[in-house]
């Protein structure tokens, strides 16, 4: 017997947290019920439905992507734009952990998961990403100590784990920074450097925790 709300993390259709959520919404039934009390029991051999859709446990499976320029992490896009999912063949409802934006590039993990999701994504998992960012002028030497001690976003300190000034063309003026983070707000890397009064004109993500990209071509 396991929980409702794992046995649903882990037929792939949501994360454990939001499977939560729709128990407690009354969208899930047990064998015909409608069951909305948190940790209720299951086995096997009970017919489970969320949302009508009927849930199977399927095998875990994990991907790792270059995520290429001009396509964006959700499964379907309302503007039909191209999605990550577009680049990957599979029978298994997977689907990204955490978003980059559109324009960002680099390492990206789909699964279908919810467990693992929930902590690569959750604060208190303290989860490390690295992100190089190329900046639209050189960055000076005060901000690069701001930058370290953290910046307030909305009111919230982001303070980076790790920042290096990977290299700097004053004949371009620009600078390419490679900081690390644990948290995941929208926007963050390019948020602590327009706080800084920089804009950011490419971002790549080229570590999640202990994976990073390699050689892994973009696509």
Do not use: W
């Not at 990957?88 to 999701?117: C, M």
């Not at 800084?196 to 973009?218: A, E, H, I, N, P």
Request: proline share 2%.
């Amino acid at each position: 017997m396991e929980r409702l709300q794992k046995v649903i993390a882990e037929s792939g259709y949501t994360s454990r947290r939001k499977a939560e959520e729709l128990i407690k919404l009354g969208k899930v039934y047990v064998n015909g019920e409608k069951v909305t009390e948190l940790g209720t029991k299951v086995s096997g051999d009970d017919y489970i439905t969320v949302d009508g859709v009927s849930i199977k446990k399927e095998d875990k499976v994990y991907y790792v992507m270059n995520k290429p320029r001009g396509c964006v992490c959700t499964v379907k896009d309302e503007k039909n734009r191209k999605t990550v999912m577009d680049y990957i063949k599979s029978n298994k409802r997977i689907y990204p952990v955490g978003r980059l934006d559109y324009d960002t590039t680099g390492l990206l993990i789909l699964t279908n998961d919810g467990d693992l999701a929930n902590t690569l994504m959750h604060p208190s998992k303290s989860v490390e990403k690295t992100y190089v960012a190329k900046l639209n002028r050189v960055l000076e030497p005060s901000d690069l100590m701001r930058l370290k001690h953290g910046i307030d976003i909305d009111g919230v300190k982001c303070i980076p784990t790790r920042v290096k000034v990977k290299s700097v063309d004053k004949s371009k003026d620009n600078a390419i920074v490679e900081v690390t983070i644990v948290e995941g707000r929208n926007h963050i890397i390019k948020r602590l450097f327009k706080e800084l009064g920089y804009l950011v004109d490419k971002l790549t993500r080229t570590q999640y925790g202990f994976l990073t990209l390699d050689k892994l071509q973009s696509g």
